[in-house]
């Protein structure tokens, strides 16, 4: 079975520090790994995914995210966060057909000027 | 920048009664999703439905729950008989089919919350 865990129910950071949101996955198969983000009173919005290829994944926004095989692990992370990088992020794992996502129990980052 | 449209954006029913959540995707994909978040609590799985059948579903999706598209547009979840516990915010999504680069993304409704008296 498919599933992620994101152990850090809240981040705290300061602007202009790198962020780091973190993600591990138990998956069965090709992991398939993908980063949401919840801004208040919102849908969540795609970041970005891994399906295959580099290990480091550029997304949306400035992020990025390493896949870790060896470790399970698709930490995101940001190199300078902004305030308005401020809401609740979501690991997302799908099965082998895309047909159903799990999603992690977010992770809300707070970041202060 | 398409996107997909839910109503209503709150309702609030009394325990046992019916309720109907709408969705229209955005309009070439063809994988359509409804999701569930407890307050505070993780997004859940629903349903999935492709080709005018659903393709998966949770536990969670019981007999109470249904999912139609009756018109080619909409996207509905139907609760027969909501209970307490069906209190939460319902996200519709929709992605487009296959394996490409954007296949496989979700994109995701403002949301609906219900709330259950």
């Known amino acids: 079975a498919q599933s992620v865990a994101q152990p850090e129910d809240q981040v705290n950071v300061a602007e202009g520090n790198p962020l780091t949101v973190k993600c591990t996955y138990s998956?069965?198969?090709?992991?398939?790994l993908f980063w949401y983000v919840q801004y208040p009173n919102r849908g969540l919005q795609f970041l970005l995914k891994y399906i295959t290829g580099d290990n480091l994944v550029k997304g949306s926004y400035g992020f990025e995210a390493e896949f870790n095989k060896s470790q399970t692990s698709f930490h995101l992370k940001k190199p300078s966060a902004l305030v308005s990088d401020s809401a609740l992020y979501f690991c997302a794992v799908s099965d082998n057909n895309f047909n159903k996502f799990y999603f992690g129990s977010g992770t809300k980052l707070n970041v202060k000027p | 920048e398409p996107e997909v449209t839910q109503t209503p954006s709150h309702q609030v029913t009394q325990m046992g009664q019916e309720v109907i959540l709408r969705c229209v995707p955005i309009?070439?994909?063809?994988?359509f999703y409804w999701y569930r978040q407890i307050l505070g609590q993780k997004v859940e799985f629903l349903v999935s439905?492709?080709?005018?059948?659903?393709?998966?579903k949770s536990e969670i999706f019981d007999d109470q729950f249904s999912v139609e598209r009756p018109d080619g547009s909409n996207f509905t979840l139907k609760i027969r008989s909501t209970k307490l516990e069906d209190s939460a915010m319902y996200f519709c999504a929709s992605s487009l089919a296959g394996r490409g680069s954007g296949a496989n993304v979700l994109t995701f409704g403002a949301g609906s919350r219900l709330t259950v008296l």
């Open positions: 998956v069965s198969g090709n992991p398939y």
């Open positions: 309009s070439n994909h063809l994988y």
């Open positions: 439905f492709y080709n005018n059948e659903i393709s998966e």
